[in-house]
C-alpha cells in the first residue's frame, strides 16, 4: 500500500510562486487519486504489493498486462509528485553550486544557459507532462516525458522536474505557462537536486 506523503512544508509556504489553493488542490486531490488508484488496482496482485513504486515504474514491461496501463499513469504519478514537493522550497535565493554547478556547466555552458534552456523545452511540452534535468550516465541532460511517465521508465535519472499539466499552475496562472515557468525557478530546492545527484552518482 502506498500512502500520500505529507508536504515538507506548510500549503502557503511557496506562495507568492504558487499559491496555498493549488497546493491543497494538487497534493490533497491530485497526488491522493495516484495513489488511491495504484492501491486499487494492485488489490488483485499481492505479489506486486510489496513492490517500491520505482521498483513498479522500472517494470513496466513486467507488470500484469490489465494494470499496466494504471500504474504507468498513477504510478507514475505517484512516483513523480512525491519528488516535485521536495524539488522545491520556500524561496531562498539559492543557486546550483558544487558538483551541480560543474555539471550543469559541462552541459549546457553556464547555469543562465541551462535555465533557459530548460524553459524553452518546458515550452514545448504539448498538453500535459512534465519538463525534467536527469543524470544520463555521467551528465546532466534536459528531458520530457508526456502525460505521468518518468525518466526512471527509461533508466535516466530524474534529478529536477517541472509538473506542466494545467492543473499545477491554472488556478493561478491560467493559460500563461511561461509566467508559471518563471515563478517556479525562485522556489527550485537546489539542495535537494544535489543530493539527487550525490545519491546517483557513482
Ligand atoms: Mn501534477
Redesign the pocket.
Known sequence: MFTLPDLPYEYDALAPFISSDIQHL?HDK??RTYVDTINKALEKYPEWQNKTIEELVTSLDQVPEDIRMVVRNHGG?HF??SM?WTMMAPKKDQTPSGTLQDKLQHSFGDVKTFKEQFTQSALKVFGSGWQWLVLDGNEVALMSTPNQDTPLTSGKTPLLGL?L?E??YYLQYYSKRPDYIEAWWNIVNWDDVARRLDASSK
Do not use: I, L
Request: without cysteine.
Open positions: 494538487h491530485h497526488h504519478g513523480n509528485h516535485f509538473d499539466w492543473h499545477a
